[in-house]
């Protein structure tokens, strides 16, 4: 039977403004360093439309947004993270910075040709959200949802993540929620790995919500049930090279038309 996930979180309103606060830490670096980037396809799968304004939404340390400015697209990124914003502004200083929750985003001043929420979506409420990308959109814009999701079809992986408490938890073939501002979602998958040492695994835990989120103590028993895992019961030495896999969805939409089906 498939461990892989079947059905998207559902979190709270306050949930997502908690485990979003989780993420402005003095520890950006960290988490810039381990987590992994995207693939260049992910874009050309998105659109094919001439580079223009491209949002990136929940940008955090700029892991999409290195992207969109490689293939030559102007960037707002925004976050309610100053100190995951402040990382990728020392490296790509040509990105309009914007400290700010989607929800309560002034969208006025924007007409993009693309939006994009990359290992992002689920922190957003879905219909404030919606609202939000439909108002920045031109009109022939497109909306893209990309989620990088641990594959837990693997025994072996789906106990690292709860060991990790790593919440991949988006079902990589089911359409991301969106409202009928918009037209059904067009869908592609990467599957691929991720190699790291055993060091690098222990940081990939550290860059997550709930590590960020709860206290010394629990992050200690963390982290010592990681190690017990991945040394003893697994059998990895030290300086192994642990390749991880992955699985990473891409949706691509637009502005429903109005009267049009969604």
Same mark, same amino acid.
């Given at each position: @039977?498939?461990?892989?996930?079947?059905?998207?979180?559902?979190?709270?309103?306050?949930?997502?403004?908690?485990?979003?606060?989780?993420?402005?830490? %003095?520890?950006?670096?960290?988490?810039?360093?381990?987590?992994?980037?995207?693939?260049?396809?992910?874009?050309?799968?998105?659109?094919? *439309?001439?580079?223009?304004?491209? #949002?990136? +939404?929940?940008?955090?340390?700029?892991?999409?947004?290195?992207?969109?400015?490689?293939?030559?697209?102007?960037?707002?990124?925004?976050?309610?993270?100053?100190?995951?914003?402040?990382?990728?502004?020392?490296?790509?200083?040509?990105?309009?910075?914007?400290?700010?929750?989607?929800?309560?985003?002034?969208?006025?001043?924007? *007409?993009?040709?693309?939006?994009?929420? %990359?290992?992002?979506?689920?922190?957003?409420?879905?219909?404030?959200?919606?609202?939000? #990308?439909?108002?920045?959109?031109?009109?022939?814009?497109?909306?893209?949802?990309?989620?990088?999701?641990?594959?837990?079809?693997?025994?072996?992986?789906?106990?690292?993540?709860?060991? @990790?408490?790593?919440?991949?938890?988006?079902?990589?073939?089911?359409?991301?929620?969106?409202?009928?501002?918009?037209? *059904?979602?067009?869908?592609?998958?990467?599957?691929?790995?991720?190699? +790291?040492?055993?060091?690098?695994?222990?940081?990939?835990?550290?860059? /997550?919500?709930?590590?960020?989120?709860?206290?010394?103590? *629990? /992050?200690?028993?963390?982290?010592?049930?990681?190690?017990?895992?991945?040394?003893?019961?697994?059998?990895?030495?030290?300086?192994?090279?642990?390749?991880?896999?992955?699985?990473?969805?891409?949706? /691509?939409?637009?502005? %429903?038309?109005?009267?049009?089906?969604?």
């Amino acid at each position: @039977m498939s461990t892989r996930p079947t059905v998207a979180p559902k979190l709270s309103q306050d949930a997502r403004h908690r485990y979003t606060l989780a993420f402005d830490t %003095a520890q950006a670096d960290l988490y810039h360093g381990v987590r992994p980037g995207y693939q260049p396809e992910i874009l050309d799968f998105l659109t094919h *439309q001439h580079p223009g304004l491209a #949002v990136d +939404l929940g940008a955090g340390t700029g892991l999409f947004s290195a992207q969109l400015v490689a293939a030559g697209w102007d960037v707002v990124a925004v976050d309610p993270a100053a100190n995951m914003l402040s990382v990728l502004a020392q490296e790509y200083p040509e990105v309009d910075i914007v400290v700010s929750r989607v929800e309560t985003l002034d969208t006025a001043q924007w *007409q993009a040709q693309l939006v994009v929420a %990359a290992q992002a979506w689920h922190w957003i409420d879905t219909v404030e959200g919606c609202l939000k #990308v439909a108002e920045l959109l031109a009109d022939d814009g497109v909306f893209g949802i990309v989620h990088h999701q641990i594959d837990t079809s693997e025994a072996w992986v789906l106990r690292l993540c709860k060991i @990790m408490h790593s919440g991949d938890i988006h079902p990589a073939g089911s359409p991301p929620e969106v409202t009928s501002c918009f037209t *059904q979602p067009k869908g592609k998958w990467w599957y691929w790995e991720q190699p +790291l040492s055993v060091e690098q695994i222990h940081q990939l835990m550290m860059s /997550r919500a709930f590590y960020l989120r709860t206290h010394d103590k *629990q /992050r200690q028993r963390m982290h010592e049930n990681l190690n017990w895992y991945l040394l003893e019961h697994l059998g990895f030495e030290k300086s192994a090279t642990i390749r991880i896999p992955y699985v990473t969805s891409a949706w /691509r939409m637009q502005r %429903a038309k109005l009267g049009a089906s969604a």
